[in-house]
């Protein structure tokens, strides 16, 4: 059975860091697009980063804050996250999918992926 776990969220005040980590498991994914996406209460889930080939991508609300990255050994990913603003509060999930082939924007939508996390959440005190 395919599961993505994530951990790591918690309160944290306005301009503080945290690391989210996404333990994968029931299947190699080191091929795989690995994404973090958020949803905030009353919104859409909406992308943050992706992690492809080596190649990474960023909302641009998170670009030069987030950091995604990947181990392989431990088939986890990781969204090191900076300077926290009031408006990253949301619930974090990781998704995984086994392809993605087209545009880049393909990343950016949930519908992509084919393995979902159950969340963490993250909450930014002002």
């Known amino acids: 059975q395919v599961q993505l776990g994530e951990s790591g969220g918690g309160l944290v005040q306005a301009g503080g860091s945290l690391r989210l980590s996404c333990a994968a498991s029931?299947?190699?994914?080191?091929?795989?697009?690995m994404g973090w996406f958020r949803q905030a209460p009353g919104k859409e889930r909406e992308f943050v980063a992706a992690?492809?080939?080596?190649?990474?991508y960023y909302a641009d609300s998170v670009k030069g804050r987030f950091t995604i990255s990947r181990d392989n050994a431990k088939n986890t990913v990781y969204l090191e996250m900076n300077s926290l603003k009031p408006e990253d509060m949301a619930v974090y999930y990781c998704?995984?999918?086994?392809?993605?082939?087209?545009?880049?924007?393909?990343?950016?939508?949930?519908?992509?992926?084919?393995?979902w996390g159950q969340g963490t959440q993250v909450t930014v005190s002002s």
């Open positions: 998704a995984a999918a086994r392809m993605i082939d087209g545009s880049v924007r393909l990343y950016y939508r949930p519908r992509s992926y084919d393995y």
């Open positions: 029931g299947r190699t994914f080191s091929s795989d697009v």
């Open positions: 992690w492809s080939g080596g190649s990474t």
